[in-house]
């Protein structure tokens, strides 16, 4: 269990649209870095870009959201074994051979009179059990995303975070370079935890206005 949550929380190639969430970053370093370094009278157009980095960051945000909604649309389609496998929290090795097993048991079903669809249907059907509902990655009932990814990405930028602010603890010297990467590592790794939170309290808004609809 411990193994399949941290495979989960470092499924890090479950980030969508990083271009946008690294636009954010960039323009935020930027106005930082003129802040810090020349320090201008005039602060409307610094304003300006740290509410594009913020504005930008909130896009990616929904984006993300959004996208893993979409993603998970073929999910839905149980008879596609591929796509049933690789949703699976499990190691490359692994999901190669789950995923052999239920294509030579589907041509098994096959061979006993059953349509292709129908074959591959029942073979995903046998195994949607527990213990493999619990190394999904997603959530149930509309198929959101878990969003376990976050918590990955908020670890490693607070552990950068810490690492940085050592260092220049450890060289006892000022650096703008080294304040900005922790503040920023810092800044981020708190708000990925705080769109943690946002998403499940979304998954549960939705559920309920779901159930209230199909009710």
């Given at each position: ?208 206005k779901l159930q209230d609809y199909f009710s």
């Amino acid at each position: 269990m411990r193994s399949t949550l941290l495979r989960k929380i470092f499924s890090l190639g479950e980030l969508r649209y990083g271009w946008l969430l690294a636009i954010s970053v960039a323009v935020c370093v930027v106005a930082f870095y003129v802040d810090e370094q020349w320090n201008p009278r005039e602060q409307l157009w610094l304003s300006l870009f740290y509410f594009a980095s913020f504005l930008l960051a909130v896009l990616w945000g929904g984006a993300n959201y959004v996208g893993h909604i979409r993603v998970n649309a073929m999910y839905r389609r149980q008879h596609d074994i591929a796509a049933y496998v690789n949703q699976l929290a499990l190691s490359a090795e692994d999901k190669t051979e789950l995923r052999n097993y239920l294509e030579d048991y589907a041509a098994d079903l096959e061979r006993q009179g059953r349509t292709k669809e129908e074959a591959k249907r029942e073979a995903v059907s046998q195994f949607k059990v527990k213990e493999f509902l619990s190394m999904s990655k997603h959530t149930r009932p509309f198929e959101s995303h878990g969003h376990h990814y976050l918590i990955g990405f908020a670890a490693i930028a607070l552990a950068a975070a810490a690492v940085a602010a050592l260092i220049d603890g450890l060289t006892d010297s000022f650096s703008i370079p080294g304040l900005i990467a922790t503040t920023l590592l810092t800044v981020y790794g708190i708000c990925f935890v705080a769109l943690f939170a946002l998403y499940k309290i979304v998954d549960k808004f939705l559920y309920k206005k779901l159930q209230d609809y199909f009710s």
